[in-house]
């Protein structure tokens, strides 16, 4: 495969199995500088699929990856169901998630990072920031994204984790 192509798979696509971002890396196994792409998350995943159509399907709260949905039983919410999850979230911070699709980004963000948000004292925390974005035509768009906060240990700062992007 063409450096240039992989490149764009890089750009366009995340890892089907955690949703993670992909990179690019030289073959640690052969020894002719061979370059692949694979998943930082995981050398075991396998895959992957369109960015868009991932990102997508989250933000709709729907068709989240099975893989994922698993990881998050299994880790975050034994016995549990992803929507049950959402509604816990929603109703322990009601100002930073606003919707469905917010809960569900939120979730699987943790979920990949492997971090607990309904626990207690929780692994990270959703903190909503208004921000201002000024459109073509001379109007401003008001955006609210949702910001994760791992705290570090109990009683220490917090500090700031990927931002999400929430509408
Ligand atoms: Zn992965």
Known sequence: MEYEEMKNIVATQVCAQCGGELTIRTNPVDDTNNLEIWCPHNPDHHGYVERETYTQAMRRGEEIHPAIV?????????????????????????????????????????????????????????????????????????????????????????????????G
């Not at 699987?108 to 459109?135: G, H, N, Q």
């Not at 705290?151 to 220490?156: D, E, F, I």
């Open 70 to 166: 698993s990881a998050i039983e299994r880790k975050m919410v034994p016995k549990d169901d992803l929507g049950r999850a959402m509604n816990l979230l929603a109703l322990r911070y009601p100002n930073a998630i606003v919707d469905p699709p917010t809960a569900a980004l939120f979730i699987m963000d943790c979920a990949r990072l492997d971090i607990d948000p309904l626990i207690s004292p929780a692994e990270a925390v959703p903190i909503p920031f208004k921000s201002r974005k000024k459109k073509s035509g001379g109007q401003v768009e008001e955006k609210v994204t949702v910001q994760m906060i791992l705290p570090r240990t109990a009683g220490s700062p917090w500090r700031p984790g990927d931002v999400l992007t929430s």
